[in-house]
């Protein structure tokens, strides 16, 4: 029976530990903001992108207006867009979040740039960075660097990182 107790003892505290390190939700005021992450980066990446779940849980919209991260010289806002049947990725001014309703930040649709980043990325850290909401104002976030087998990586990030 010591043994069970023990058994529990240190599997509670493993739980305990690991949970915060797996899961990393954030709210800003209204808005739910679910697991931002980035794909590990070569070396010499010019490019890195963030990608991020984001519910209003509130009665009013709201709007994402802004990023900064201290890992790139520049970050922005992104989203696909097709032009004479040609689609590419541009930066937007903000994204809007209804009521009730969740945006998400995928690859080659909605998405952010941190463009120079000044290190590479790699597997399993962490980064920095601040969402600016037009109603829930400023939160604090860390992004976390991981491999995803869902989603294939675009290949071709050629218009990102160019001058406006």
Do not use: C
Not at 129 to 150: C, D, I, P, W
């Amino acid at each position: 029976m010591t043994l069970l107790k023990t058994t529990l003892v240190v599997l509670v505290v493993f739980i305990a530990f690991a949970a915060p390190s797996i899961a990393h939700d954030y709210t800003a005021g209204n808005i739910q903001i679910g697991h931002p992450w980035s794909r590990p980066t070569p070396p010499s990446a010019k490019v890195a992108g963030g990608y991020v779940k984001l519910t209003n849980a509130g009665s009013e919209p709201d709007r994402l207006i802004a990023i900064a991260s201290p890992i790139a010289s520049r970050t922005e806002i992104h989203g696909s867009v097709v032009e004479n049947g040609v689609a590419s990725m541009r930066p937007l001014d903000g994204a809007g979040i209804d009521p009730g309703a969740t945006v998400a930040f995928e690859a080659e649709r909605l998405h952010f740039m941190f463009i120079e980043p000044n290190r590479q990325l790699r597997n399993g850290e962490r980064f920095p960075a601040t969402l600016v909401f037009e109603k829930a104002g400023r939160v604090h976030v860390e992004f976390m660097v991981q491999m995803r087998t869902s989603a294939p990586a675009a290949e071709d990030h050629s218009g990102h990182g160019g001058s406006q």
